[in-house]
């Protein structure tokens, strides 16, 4: 079975930090790109920011140069920091892991986590 499990959310200033994190299991972590989603009330699901099993990262435009992500493979684990938060970047953060293989497209989601960000 696999699980993707997120941790870290929570409510927080406007200009405050936050880290979340994802631990898998039942995949070979390594194998896999992560990414980062999120889903605001009204809105559709966004990509974030992603890692490739390389280690090459992307982000989305609104959140370059405040977020980051990372990947430990010995633990299963990916993180997003999130610093200078901004109130609109308020939603709901989904972890993602995602492999193609021998054509097939193996996707798998968290449950979500909320960040709220409001004074």
């Known amino acids: 079975q696999v699980l993707l499990v997120e941790s870290g959310g929570g409510l927080v200033q406007p200009g405050g930090s936050l880290r979340l994190s994802c631990a898998a299991s039942?995949?070979?972590?390594?194998?896999?790109?992560m990414g980062w989603y999120r889903q605001a009330p009204g809105k559709q699901r966004e990509l974030v920011a992603v890692?490739?099993?390389?280690?090459?990262?992307n982000y989305a435009d609104s959140v370059k140069g405040r977020f980051s992500i990372s990947r430990d493979n010995a633990l299963n684990t990916v993180y997003l920091q999130m610093n200078s938060l901004k109130p609109e970047d308020t939603a709901i953060y989904y972890c993602?892991?995602?492999?193609?293989?021998?054509?097939?497209?193996?996707?798998?989601w968290g449950q979500g986590t909320q960040v709220t960000v409001s004074s």
């Open positions: 993602n892991g995602n492999r193609i293989q021998f054509a097939v497209n193996w996707d798998y």
């Open positions: 039942g995949i070979i972590f390594s194998l896999y790109n």
């Open positions: 890692i490739t099993s390389g280690g090459s990262t």
